[in-house]
Nanobody, 127 residues
Framework: VQIVESGGGLVQPGGYMRLSCAADGFSFKDYLMTWVRQAPGKGLEWVSSISLDGLATKYADSVKGRFTISRDNVKNQLSLQMDSLKPNDTAVYYC?????????????????????RGQGTQVTVSS
């Protein structure tokens, strides 16, 4: 099982950035997928999850209305479009897979119930 994130970098406040995640080694279409992040000196924070078919999404209040999660089950890719970025969005962003397939956005697994993450991609929002 392998997950590889890409797309991070430095962006000014108010700017935008798109993160991508390439998944391999498991049946991507059978898993709810999640983005989590870790700001400097803090623990992991759940950001967003998307249903198996991509039709249902959920967001943390801190990013709601600014971030958009999406997936491509043909290419086995997960994306996170981040708009109106703020300095407190600065973090390492991870794409994560739950331990069990067929989870629902109505009952999103906790971060501890996600068993695979990529190496992460750094997003820095600063002027």
């Amino acid at each position: 099982v392998q997950i590889v994130e890409s797309g991070g970098g430095l962006v000014q406040p108010g700017g935008y950035m798109r993160l991508s995640c390439a998944a391999d080694g498991f049946s991507f279409k059978d898993y709810l997928m999640t983005w989590v992040r870790q700001a400097p000196g803090k623990g992991l924070e759940w950001v967003s999850s998307i249903s198996l078919d991509g039709l249902a999404t959920k967001y943390a209040d801190s990013v709601k209305g600014r971030f958009t999660i999406s997936r491509d089950n043909v290419k086995n890719q997960l994306s996170l479009q981040m708009d109106s970025l703020k300095p407190n969005d600065t973090a390492v962003y991870y794409c994560a897979k739950p331990k069990s397939p067929y989870s629902s956005v109505l009952k999103i697994p906790s971060i501890d119930e996600h068993d695979v993450r990529g190496q992460g991609t750094q997003v820095t929002v600063s002027s």
